[in-house]
């Protein structure tokens, strides 16, 4: 159960859900069955014992010619399937399905963001970032680095409804610092980085190769196993913020 509400608003949203098999000629059995549940929960409840299901999907990739099926609605549910507009992407092995929240919601970081260019200057920009926080990473400094994640922390414990101060432990990098046996800070890659823009171009990351981020730690012994540190920033008058 992954939590998603800082990732929803009030209105039209779209859950997109990657179910990567093992590569082969038929990568899904006839009996492969993927189940994607939607649930909530009203204030002050807590959501891993008290939350419902808003609505289920439901799909078999391995047969030919399915269709994807909704089970389980609850009617008085604030979230409603948008079912018409579902689509299993075969090519991506992703699963994209529209919904609508009638709850009120606050207003994320990511909506509030300023417009981007997709341009070289931006890039270069979110680059310089990049490589500041990569100085904190280099010294071990995990208080900058969670004063600095202060918009993602807050946002976190408010789609929550756990405590500040729980919110930043969990998102602390101490496990990391702690265990330079096992984990090694990769160098910061010297290659042209790629932008990547979303919401509307308000949220901005950078990427290497594929979907490989500049910010990663090796794993001891293990040549191609990494934890990567995915960041996702806006800019607000003219600063960059780790929005999530």
């Not at 901005?204 to 001891?220: D, K, Q, Y």
Request: glycine letters at 4%.
């Amino acid at each position: 159960m992954l939590p998603a509400s800082q990732y929803i608003r009030n209105g039209r949203n779209e859950i997109q859900f990657y179910a990567w098999p093992v590569p082969s000629d038929q990568p899904f059995d006839e009996q492969h069955e993927l189940r994607l549940s939607m649930e909530y929960w009203k204030p002050g409840q807590n959501p891993n014992t008290e939350a419902k299901t808003a609505f289920e999907v439901v799909i078999q990739p391995g047969l030919e010619d399915f269709k994807p099926e909704v089970v389980n609605v609850d009617d008085q549910a604030p979230l409603s399937v948008v079912a018409s507009a579902i689509r299993w992407d075969d090519d991506y092995f992703r699963l994209e399905v529209p919904f609508n929240n009638r709850q009120p919601m606050p207003t994320w970081c990511w909506e509030e963001g300023d417009v981007l260019r997709d341009s070289n200057a931006t890039r270069d920009s979110l680059t310089r970032e990049y490589r500041r926080l990569y100085t904190l990473f280099e010294a071990q400094d995990n208080d900058a680095l969670m004063n600095a994640s202060k918009t993602m922390i807050e946002e976190l414990a408010q789609a929550s409804g756990e405590p500040e101060a729980y919110v930043r432990q969990r998102a602390s990098f101490t496990m990391f610092f702690d265990n330079p046996n096992l984990f090694q800070l990769d160098p910061f890659p010297e290659e042209p980085l790629t932008l990547n823009l979303g919401a509307g171009n308000r949220v901005a990351w950078l990427t290497t190769e594929g979907v490989n981020v500049p910010i990663a730690f090796g794993h001891a012994g293990q040549e191609y196993q990494a934890s990567f540190v995915r960041l996702y920033f806006i800019q607000r008058d003219g600063q960059w913020e780790i929005c999530r």
